[in-house]
């Protein structure tokens, strides 16, 4: 219910900042759930990168360390 709270909240602030023309609140309306998805979608990578690499979502968060399973200590390089 929140989701659609949200949807209807964004909707509406189309409607206003399109001059409150009426006759578009299909349009208003798929425009706020497509936003809504877009910042869901967005929400869940960066969750998902910063938990994937243990490390805050960021530019360089898919950079890991080679550790070894058995010391947790970098690998060394060969």
């Known amino acids: 219910m929140k989701r ?9 602030e ?10 578009r609140e299909l ?3 798929l425009e706020a759930e497509r936003t809504i998805s877009a910042r869901e979608a967005d929400m869940h990578a960066s969750v998902n990168g910063a938990v994937s690499s243990g490390k805050q979502a960021g530019p360089r968060s898919d950079i890991r360390r ?13």
């Open 66 to 78: 080679r550790e070894s399973k058995k010391t947790g200590r970098p690998k060394k390089s060969s």
């Open 4 to 12: 659609h709270k949200e949807i209807q909240q964004l909707a509406h």
């Open 27 to 29: 349009d208003h309306w």
């Open 14 to 23: 189309l409607f206003e900042k399109s001059g409150r023309v009426h006759g």
